[in-house]
Every structure is written in C-alpha cells, then in structure tokens.
C-alpha cells in the first residue's frame, strides 16, 4: 500500500458516492471520549486563563517566553485545544457536547496525552487528558520525558516541561467515514494544533510540533492498542530547563479502558496506510527529517490578472481564549458579502509558518470567491508571498462550488470557499507515504486557522469534503499535477447557521503587568 494507491482507493466521485451504500448504524455509534476505568481521575482546575492575547497578535507570532509551566498554563492549552466549550440540549433529552476545535462528523477522534516532568502544580507522569470530566488520569507516575525524547529523536524534549502527544482513535471516525477516515485523522488534529500552537504561542511557552518519531515506541509508551490508536504528532511545550535523567526501559501498560460501542467495524485500508508511513527506528526518524524540500515554484500564469489584497488586519479586537469559545462550525451560510481585509486577513492566517521539524510549504490555496467586496467572482490562486490572488477565470461558480463540495449548499452560499491543493506525488518522493500524513496535517492545520481567523473577525467557517477530481479539474490546467486535500468554507451565518451557547466554565483575570 502506498499513499498514492490509498489516495485513489478513497477519493469521491459522484459515483462512489451514489454507489457506497454506507448507512450510519446509531446503535454503534462510538462513545465520544476515552474513559480509562482503573485509574484515579485528578481533577483540573475550570477557574481558567482567559488567554486574552488578541488573536492575530496569537497567530502573527509568539508572546515573550515564559520562565516556567505552571499547570493553569497548561490547563488552559488542555481546553482550548480539546475541551468542552458549549453542550447544546434538544427536545427529548438529547445533547451535544462541542469542543474547542473542530472535527468532521462531529466524531472528535483525536485524544490528547501530555508527558510531565517539570510542571508547577503537577506531579512528574504520563498523562491522558479527559475532556468529558475535565480531568488528568495518570498512565504512568515519574518523568518519560527522556524515553519520549528517544522515540523522537530529538533531545529537546528532555529539557522542555511537558510535551502533549496527540492520538487518533481509528473507529471513532471510521464509523461514518469508513476508510477515508485516515485522511480525517490530520484534518482534525491539524484543525486542533492550529489551536494548540496558537495558544501556547500566546502563553509564552514556544510550541515546537513533531510529526516524526518511532511510532511503535510511542504507542507503547501511551500503552496504546495500535490497531485501534496511533500516535500522530508531538508538541513541546515551555522554557527548558535541565534535562531529563535517562531512564531505565519502561514496561508495557494495558490499563482498562470503557468500550467505545458494542461492536466495531475494521478498514484495512486504514491500517496499510499506517504501517506504511511509519518510521521504525530514531535512526530512520533523523534521516527522515533531514530530507530536502523545496516546493515547487508555481510560476505566474500567462497575462495573469493579480489582486492585490488589503494588508492583513494587525489585530481582531477579540481575545484568542474568546475566539475559540465562540468557535463552531456553521451549518448555513446567508449570502451577504465579506469585505477584502476579512479574506485577506484569513488567507494571511491560514498560510502563517510554524515552528515544525518539517517544511511548510506543502499545500497551496486555491479559492472560489462568491461574495467579497472588491474582488470579482471567479477562481483564485493565492500567492502569500506577495498576498495577491492570482485570477483564474472570472463568473458565478456558486452552483460549481456547492457540486465539487459533494453537491452541499453551503459551498455555494458561503463567500468564499478554500480549496487546498497539494503535488501529492512530489511530498512522498520526498518524504515516502509518511509525507501523505503531512499534507492532509498542513492543510487540516492551515484550515484551524482559518477558523481562527474567522471567528475573531465575527463570521463563520465549515470544512467540508469534496469530490476529488472534479477540483483538480476545475482549477486545472493551473493545477494540474496536483491533489485536493481539504476545503473550508467562509460566510456570515445565516439564521439559525451556528450554535453559540455560553460555556458553564469559568475565566479568570491574568494579574497585571
């Protein structure tokens, strides 16, 4: 199995789609967080930071470093990555918990784990994190740190306080997107660090992203049953200190945990995927992250019409801890327009480069603009370099736009739409199918903040999927060679279009200067 043959296996057509059969069996619907059962629940602190650093300052780069990690730091990275933000009742009891950042379906495979060594307020261990009760359950006592930093091949990991690792449960989200499920694994957990990094750029404690590592290594010391859930990236978190002390080999976990539904359906495909992006030794791991990439230059279309948009707006006005409570995807776009400044502020957000151990330049932006003050309808590439959308072809795509989305409505009603395209075959001649994990992560990271951005300029995002050809065939010849990835979708709500129910969670003031 290779990325390329996974790629193809999974992509929608209008006839894969009408041909699937697939139906959403609700009596086997997963329970929506991890519940490990034979171990003490600590619970967190919900008096939280507001993180009131405006979000643009967040996203634009890092706050002074902080000197330590204290654990209400790392509480408010906790929640305002994963936590519980609003639970929305309906009319026979039923009720939805939203989290803090978005996942398709609604289906929030991704778990959070946090390996701590120096965290004020917390005893050295491996840690899972449960947002469904608000607590730490710890996996393993003492400092792992150096273990981990092992598996990563990357010695800063014994001198940063705590280190979050992020896993993905396959079936959470395989049981409504079957095998596709693989490529929603980095979608979300890229949509989730968008949070993460964002945050903990804001607290000062310098967010570094690790996306290679031994996978085996880690999952074993998470005590994961790795054909349910893999690890899928690393974050550093806080100001180093002294190193870790080498430990003695650790034994293997297996601690109980509540089944997720009564049964279970298996996708092998999903499996191929994983064991053929995996990195098997630290060896591997360095000379994987030394590979060169440069990304291929994109040369300017022939008599090409440039847009030049508005500078970036150098602040939201909305605090990134209130940016993120209010988030939630919107499910009906009105017509109304957006103004340049809101595009090109978001654009300018979702391309921002973060500190990662890979390169990221690995997706490219194409839009449809259906709805911008300023800017024609039509298809656009943009060029961050310059912050220019490079004109397609001009006209009304809207009915296009909602037919590459899987013929939904909201992509043609919103005012603009993001497709992220990738030259898929270049990344994993450079990377192997461990670059097939990077591309759907950049872009999923790349849509987080996009959300972001939209949500602190008082409009509304969605991701959605889309029919994979048929957008490489629309914005071709300009794409040709390349492969759609992800898509997100930018409007003002219409009536009824977003939950926004006040959180029950407390803020606390941050003392002053």
């Known amino acids: ?48 930071d507001p993180v009131a650093t405006d979000t643009f300052a967040a996203l634009a780069g890092p706050s002074p470093a902080a000197t330590a990690l204290g654990l209400s730091e790392l509480v408010a990275v906790l929640y305002y990555a994963a936590g519980v933000t609003k639970k929305k009742t309906y009319p026979g009891g039923g009720e939805v918990l939203f989290r803090a950042a ?19 307020g917390l005893e050295p261990g491996l840690y899972h994190f449960c947002p469904g009760d608000f607590t730490l359950r710890r996996l393993r006592a003492g400092d792992v740190r150096a273990a981990l930093a092992e598996s990563a091949a990357d010695d800063s990991i014994r001198r940063r306080p705590a280190t979050l690792v ?5 079936w959470r989200n395989a049981w409504k997107y079957q095998a596709r499920a693989y490529r929603h694994l980095f979608w979300d957990s890229g949509t989730m660090l968008a949070n993460v990094l964002a945050v903990g750029d804001a607290l000062g404690l310098a967010p570094r992203m690790l996306t290679g590592f031994v996978d085996a290594e880690v999952n074993r010391l998470l005590g994961l049953d ?38 279970e359906v298996d996708y092998p495909l999903i499996h191929e995927m994983q ?34 948009l508005p500078p970036p707006r150098p602040r939201a006005g909305r605090g990134l801890g209130e940016t993120i409570q209010r988030r939630g995807s919107t499910r009906q776009f009105g017509h109304a327009s957006l103004t340049a400044e809101e595009l090109g502020t978001t654009l300018w957000a979702a391309a921002r480069p973060v500190d990662a151990d890979v390169p990221g330049s690995l997706v490219d932006l194409y839009l449809i603009v259906n709805a911008v003050d300023g800017v024609a309808s039509g298809s656009y590439f943009y060029r961050p370099d310059t912050h220019t959308l490079e004109t397609l072809a001009r006209g009304d795509f809207r009915n296009r736009s909602a037919y590459l ?97 006040d959180s029950t969670l407390l803020t606390r003031r941050r003392p002053s200067a």
């Open 275 to 308: 064991a053929a992006s995996r990195l098997d030794t630290a060896a591997v791991v360095r000379a994987w992250r030394s590979r060169e990439w440069s990304s291929p230059t994109q040369p300017l279309s022939a008599n090409a019409a440039l847009v030049t």
């Open 102 to 120: 978005a996942s398709t379906g609604a289906l929030y495979q991704t778990e959070v784990y946090v390996a701590v060594g120096d965290v004020t």
């Open 405 to 501: 989305c899987l013929e939904q409505p909201l992509a043609g009603d919103a005012a603009a739409v993001i497709y992220w395209l990738a030259p898929l075959d270049a990344i994993t001649r450079a990377f192997g199918d461990r670059g097939y994990r990077l591309v759907n992560l950049r872009a999923g990271l790349a849509g987080g903040r996009a959300y972001l951005a939209a949500y602190a300029q008082g409009f509304g995002a969605s991701g959605l999927t889309f029919y994979d050809g048929h957008v490489v065939e629309f914005f071709s010849p300009h794409a040709a060679g390349k492969d759609a990835i992800f898509v997100t979708a930018l409007g003002r709500s219409g009536v009824g279009g977003r939950v926004n129910i």
């Open 1 to 48: 199995m290779t990325a390329r043959e996974y790629h193809d296996r999974t992509a929608h057509s209008p006839a894969s789609v009408r041909t699937s059969g697939h139906t959403l069996e609700w009596d086997i619907k997963p329970f929506p967080f991890k519940i490990y059962t034979d171990l003490a629940a600590q619970v967190l602190p919900r008096e939280l």
């Open 226 to 263: 790795e054909a349910r859930e893999a690890a899928l990236e690393l974050v550093a978190l806080g100001p180093e200190g002294a190193p870790a002390a080498a430990s003695a080999p650790l034994d293997a976990i297996q601690h109980a945990t509540m089944p997720l539904s009564s049964s």
């Open 166 to 170: 992020l896993t993905a449960i396959y």
